[in-house]
């Protein structure tokens, strides 16, 4: 169901792309947020260390998109460093693995968006809502100075998100136009997170998956 929906992501963009009103490149910071929501008798017990398990994935894309008046349409790459929320527990983890250890995750994202523009003269305003595939092809773990790189790792990483926020295009020419945007949304959990989330099940709802993103994009209108 997921390659599908990825393959009608792609083909959406492709003919967005041959048709679109403008199309462009641009580059955005992300910061995304896994934590387990404790029951509330053991979130109490647990205190400042509540996020043990918690992870947070940061990092940063590159993408190309295409739109028309009320659509818009991304591809884009997503490298991603995973740490622990908790340092207790990461300080833990390096003692465990005989020094540092880090995690890092590459994926490859396609995004479709329903988008209002309202225009001010040299700036429009465009609130934005839709669905961002994240389809995981790299993970790799560091530890006392060795890598390991997996790939294959499509379905323990993968996520689908909705995402909402609003961007800012700046006319620089009639043609030419940067664009600010900011977006926050809430994913599924992956398959990774879920079989941490199952080891603590009996003590915790569930486990939330969220983030927000922060993007500089340059565009060119051809109409």
Sequence with gaps: MKKIFLFAL???FILGSVFSQSFGVG???TRNNW???WDKDVKDLLGSDSDIYDMNLKGYSVFAFAESKYFLALLGLNFFDISFANRDFEKLMEFLVGGPFSMSLTE????VYVKYPISLGQVTIFPLIGIDSKRAFRYTETFDGITETYSGV???FSSLWLKGGVGIDIDLTEKLFL???FLYGIGTNTNFFNDIQHEVSDMSKRAKNSGYDISLAVG???L
């Design 179 to 181: 664009r600010p945007v």
């Design 108 to 111: 490859f994202s396609a995004a």
């Design 220 to 222: 060119f209108r051809r």
């Design 10 to 12: 792609l083909m959406i």
């Design 154 to 156: 499509t379905a323990e």
């Design 27 to 29: 580059g955005a910071y």
């Design 35 to 37: 934590a387990i929501d």
